[in-house]
T-cell receptor
Framework: GENVEQHPSTLSVQEGDSAVIKCTYS??????FPWYKQELGKRPQLIID?????GEKKDQRIAVTLNKTAKHFSLHITETQPEDSAVYFC???????????FGTGTRLQVTL | GAGVSQSPSNKVTEKGKDVELRCDPI?????LYWYRQSLGQGLEFLIY????????KSGLPSDRFSAERTGGSVSTLTIQRTQQEDSAVYLC??????????FGSGTQLSVL
């Protein structure tokens, strides 16, 4: 089955700096790669996703890139703010109505 | 509208007892997922339903774990003879058929 690895497990950046979180996946059939943000004590929420027919997607300060050949994808957050502090999870699936396999999460701390 | 609802929000039980966790998905969502999140850990897939059937039960940790879904709506996750290692947050999520998951706020299970 699919295996998703995520790095780093913790990341501390100063406010205004950029943060990058990387994930690799094992199943070449995977074609959907979402990122979820989980604030302390809250439920995970989707922040951005990308499909395998696209190499990059942006939404304001966040962007995701995908390298299908290397089977890795990354989350980029620019101009970080304290409210970006949370645990971020990457995930992969083979599409609609199939299970989503999550990475182990990255705890991002944005310091003032 | 209402989101995914889980009950109870907290459950404390004694080792060896059985517990039932309930998930009420968003109305009309055909797919329903159960994940387990241990303290500081990632999201561990348990089981997924499409309608009332469970095409993928591969994540259930042991035969003490079972789940059902009736009427294409409410799902119950049952853990028999609970063990201390079952202590975790059990998250339910639903989706209307595309991949975005809508998570509930989880059930915090503590096995003493």
């Amino acid at each position: 089955g699919e295996n998703v690895e995520q790095h780093p497990s913790t990341l501390s950046v100063q406010e205004g700096d950029s943060a990058v979180i990387k994930c690799t996946y094992s199943d070449s059939a995977s074609n959907y790669f979402p990122w979820y943000k989980q604030e302390l004590g809250k439920r995970p929420q989707l922040i951005i996703d990308i499909r395998s027919n696209v190499g990059e997607k942006k939404d304001q300060r966040i962007a995701v890139t995908l390298n299908k050949t290397a089977k890795h994808f990354s989350l980029h957050i620019t101009e970080t703010q304290p409210e970006d502090s949370a645990v971020y999870f990457c995930a992969a699936s083979t599409g609609t109505a199939s299970k989503l396999t999550f990475g182990t999460g990255t705890r991002l701390q944005v310091t003032l | 509208g209402a989101g995914v609802s889980q009950s109870p929000s907290n459950k404390v039980t004694e080792k060896g007892k059985d517990v039932e966790l309930r998930c009420d998905p968003i109305s009309g969502h055909t797919a329903l997922y159960w994940y387990r999140q241990s303290l500081g850990q990632g999201l561990e897939f348990l089981i997924y339903f499409q309608g009332n059937s469970a095409p993928d039960k591969s994540g259930l940790p042991s035969d003490r774990f079972s789940a059902e879904r009736t009427g294409g709506s409410v799902s119950t996750l049952t853990i028999q003879r609970t063990q201390q290692e079952d202590s975790a947050v059990y998250l339910c999520a639903s989706t209307p058929g595309h991949e975005k998951l809508f998570f509930g706020s989880g059930t915090q299970l503590s096995v003493l």
